[in-house]
């Protein structure tokens, strides 16, 4: 199969349940928004900010070092087991710690009176770290079809559980005439409100271990310490760059929770992490195409054209992006309202969460240079150079203009670090990537924007109208540059 169509094929199957899921929790926005005040939502935002971090922080990069040592070593089976035997360990001493100190921990987060949060989380995070080898195995295998089923059935059980306590349940105990509220009030508890959001992913993550249990009992295993030792030596620097990338992604909720005034902080938290998830479909093709693109990445650096391969995937990769920028901006007149109206003074920090998160994609395409020659060093330095821009950023403005003090610190660490990885890249593994056409792109893309907002009408219907007549523009410059370009030419065949 032609290359670029099989990372299509692979990318849309990887990214069916991640897009369907995110855009159904994409939809479970408005349910949160308009049943729990900014301060409630403000704490789920923060609990999830910490999620992110320390989820990396127990894989430590042993996705990546999968696929690199299963190239390079010929006993894939000890490669996987080996791996798997250390994410264990460290899970289950993660979860001991955790709630051994879950009152302190509470304090510190925020979480003040529950320190049960930090017990659930604890084992959402322990058990996800566990889980993330054997789905990293089965995209290793090309089991894209396995890999999809779980992922969906997760998102499926999570997103469920979400509507049975936070609409069912509550409606049933509300009402007293019904007849299901002797059982309804058995086993929900107002009181608990939003923690129902974290038992529902709780429960999710369970089940989906449970799914995964072939990969994890149906193997012999045998754990290497001499292999170990050299997968931790690629994975370290991986790790640190992934602490470094949450720093990027995350630290921003945290910072506002902790920096801004007690009374409003989770308020303004709450605000800014329900207009981030309006940029979601971004994040959303980014995360899929990346699920298909590392392993397809890794698999085609020893072909003849692997080089030209990147620059045209590169290519496709912004215009997507330009398009998700585009189609999201000139439809805020009705996608505002998924969130409540007291979330929606945030609006504009999202054309800065697009863009910032369509560089941040560029540079994950950009990043293969340094994983395929096997310098991770330079990942985790210009992660840290990123992070560095991140927390001088939000420290210096988060108290002056608070949450779009946030946005414009992402903006400018993922462009920062998409630009000093295009220069090192360069000098260390080269790609001719066709950069007038892609600051074409991007170029048009915030142009057409900007004229959008200078068209103002009191019709929301003519005003999505001419909106949508500027993607169109778009969409037909695109055609003309290209036109059956669009369509990937027979660069390789497998």
Known sequence: MNPLKKLASQTAIYGLPTIVGRLLNYLLTPLYTYNFSPGEYGVNTTAYSYVSFLLVFLTYGMETTLFRFSQTETDKAKVYTTSLISLFFTSILFIFICTLFSGNLAEIAKFTGHPEYVVWFAIIIGTDAFAAIPFAKLREQGKAKRFAKIKAINIAVNIGLNLFFILFCKHIHDSPSSSLKPFIDSIYNPKIGIGYIFISNLIASLITLVMLSPEIFRVQYVFDSILWKLMMKYSLPLLIAGLAGMVNETLDRILLSHMLPEKVAMIQTGIYGACYKISIIMTIFVQTFRFAAEPFFFNHSKEKDSKKTYSVVMNYFV???????????????????????????????????????????????????????GQTHYGAFLTIFGAIITIVLNIYWIPRIGYMGSAWATLICYASMMIASYFLGNKHYPVNYELKRILGYIGLSVTLYFISTFIQTNSTTIKLIIDNLLLVCFIAVVWKMDGKKLIPERINEN
């Open 319 to 373: 215009i997507v992006c330009s398009l998700i920028f585009l189609g999201t901006m000139m439809n805020m007149e009705w996608i505002q309202y998924f969130v409540g109206e007291k979330y929606r003074s945030g609006l504009a920090v999202v054309p800065i969460l697009l863009l910032a998160n369509m560089f941040l994609g560029v540079f994950f395409n950009q990043s293969i240079w340094y994983k395929l020659t």
